[in-house]
């Protein structure tokens, strides 16, 4: 069992992909914990203002320490459990397959998800959050990215899909992308299935996948190749 709080100025966007399949099967079945938390909802402003003018100057906005603490500390006391904080954000450490195994062996993570051009830095100073980037660009705000950690993590729980063997297989785990798959027809449209898959020779498909992934790789991402040594 994981629980995982979000603290997010847009809680809705998380409700459709939180009712699909994977996701909400482990939320039925007990595996998922989920609490959005509205950071709108602790400030102390009659407009409800979250954000403001950068001091220095310089474009957008910033988010202010006061909601997001008041909020954090809100969230902290719902479930005994201290778990991970971790600031969505741009400037983080690029979040992986190895993250999301670390991250799935938590007992609870509390993700915050910031809109605007980014946090008051005493927010992460003083929350002693790591900060993770799920890649290099820009989105308007942490909450598809919270979300992406979500479904990387949440699929990790055991017992999490329906076969246990897949999460093991695939892309990444083994530092390589994944063979090409078939299923039937045999021949769809002219194009055949690589005999060796019909063979029934199981070293010899086991091999013929290993050299795809291999290729696969070498085109398509040859810096995975290096970090693998
Ligand atoms: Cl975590 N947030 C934002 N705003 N943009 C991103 C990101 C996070 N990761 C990659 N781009």
Known sequence: MIRIDVLTLFPH???????????KRARDNGL?????????????????????????????????????????????????????????????QKFDQAKAVELSREKR?????????????????????????????VLNGGELAAMVIIDAVVRLLPGALGDEDSA???SFSEGLLEYPQYTRPEVFRGMKVPEILLSGDHAKIAEWRKQQSLERTKNNRPDLLRKRG
């Open 168 to 170: 093991k297989n695939d």
């Open 32 to 92: 998922l914990e989920i609490a959005l938390t509205d950071v709108r909802d602790f400030s102390t402003d009659n407009y409800r203002k979250v954000d403001d003018k950068p001091y220095g100057g310089g474009p957008g906005m910033v988010m202010m320490p006061g909601p997001v603490f008041d909020c954090y500390e809100h969230v902290r006391q719902l479930s005994p459990e201290k778990g991970r904080t971790i600031l969505l954000s741009p400037q983080g």
């Open 13 to 23: 966007v998380f409700d459709s992909p939180l009712s699909c399949s994977i996701l």
């Open 109 to 137: 993570l509390i993700l915050i998800a910031g809109k605007y051009e980014g946090f008051d830095e005493r927010i992460r100073t003083g929350l002693g959050a790591e900060q993770i980037s799920i890649g290099d660009y």
